[in-house]
């Protein structure tokens, strides 16, 4: 139980800055300064946009490597191309991942 109150100032701007990012987080103002005190890192929440083109990226990188593999033998360049941009959108899936903060 948190019965203990530490007060800090901080301009208009900082307190809306803090509250949009804990709101971003889905975790109240005070618990946002803690995990931040602390070096706990917090993640955001994905926004329904931001998992839809999730969603697409994956399914982009699915049909772009079944496409290479169709391609393998009767087009080599072809498919290394196709296979190539799979794990440049793996990458970026990969990178999306890791950058949420």
Same mark, same amino acid.
């Given at each position: ?44 929440? &994905?926004?329904? @946009? ?8 994956? #399914?982009?990188?699915? !049909? /772009?490597? %079944? ?10 360049? &072809?498919?290394? @191309? ?8 793996? #990458?970026?899936?990969? !990178? /999306?991942? %890791?950058?949420?903060?």
């Amino acid at each position: 139980m948190k019965r203990t109150y530490i007060k800090f100032r901080c301009s208009i701007y900082e307190k809306k800055l803090l509250k949009k990012r804990a709101e971003r987080a889905g975790i109240s103002l005070s618990e946002y300064c803690r995990s931040s005190a602390f070096g706990n890192s917090v993640i955001e929440r &994905l926004t329904e @946009e931001q998992l839809a083109h999730y969603r697409m990226l994956v #399914k982009y990188k699915g !049909n /772009f490597t %079944r496409i290479g593999n169709m391609f393998r033998k009767h087009n080599p360049k &072809l498919a290394n @191309e196709v296979e190539t941009l799979a794990a440049e959108i793996r #990458k970026h899936l990969h !990178n /999306f991942k %890791r950058t949420k903060k």
